[in-house]
């Protein structure tokens, strides 16, 4: 005997589509849509609905935009000499929220996973090389993830600007902000000590 | 500047709407759906409105079902002798799958909050008297939370079951399993001794 009914079922299983959402979260979210919040399951179904037929990529920078440039890119207040290279549209989200940047953002939407079969032919570099050589680019910021697929990235793009002659730089390595050194991981704290100034 | 898209933040702002989902993991779920999964936000979309339209409250114990009546009532096979009173279909849910009760069910869909104006008519305390007072009905199982609450509630629909000759028990009260008796709060361990057998 099925405990639940099969729409309960189906709605259960979508949600558990969502990142971080396991069978009991699920649950508990279904059973809240249907006893608590019936008014928010016809709002999420049309957001829903909405952003994934409105939300494209960007044309030049290849972030979430519902039109054919995003907000950063048709900013004519943004510096078009610095380019930011990021992973991903939220990563890029991230970076716009610290508010220290004030360039343009190229977002590769990947990086190189060479164990998984995605090489640099899969994370758009040569349509990273083709923006950055666009003759107003002076610097571009690696900005990818500071992990063994993000620094491999950095660098296979890093060798490939170099050699068009642009500078590339990538961003500081070190001890977090409100950190005790204490609890600081070792790689951290050697790579903070090498890079000390 | 919008650091977003709206329909973006649309959608954000949507999932926020489900439980236990703060900005940070609506963001995550947002950005997950738009570039690794866009398969599942159509399927979560329909899931939504299909739940939504199809699952009503059963017409005798009043859980979600897609029918008139739920599995558990138009079971034959349950004892109609025994009833169990639950606050929420998720703990009907929960009861169902222990294994532990072959009789039926009858769902409160809330409980007893003099503090929020929640009284014993806003219950289906009315509802519960008539569908107990059947002639069939023998013993009411109260299994509504064990807070201050689940317990009012127990209390008050337990008085009114007896008035009516009814046989009225509540679920034990004790140590749960798995648990060492260091880690017990005090107050489970107290009603686990009054309750010693």
Known sequence: MAAHEPALDELIEALRSLPGVGQKSAQR???????????????LAAALTGA?????????CHTFTERTLCTVCEDPARDPRLLCVVETPADQAAVERSGSFRGLYFVLLGR???LDGVGVGQIGAQALLD????GVVQEVILATSFTAEGDVTAHALGEALKARGLQVTRLARGVPAGSELEYVDLSTLAHA????R
């Open 29 to 43: 979210m279904a059973y809240h849509l249907l006893q608590h919040d019936r008014a928010a399951a016809p709002r």
């Open 52 to 60: 994934l037929g409105r939300i494209g990529h960007c044309a030049r």
């Open 112 to 114: 190189l996973s060479p």
């Open 131 to 134: 923006r950055a050589g666009d």
């Open 193 to 196: 000590f090498v890079s000390r």
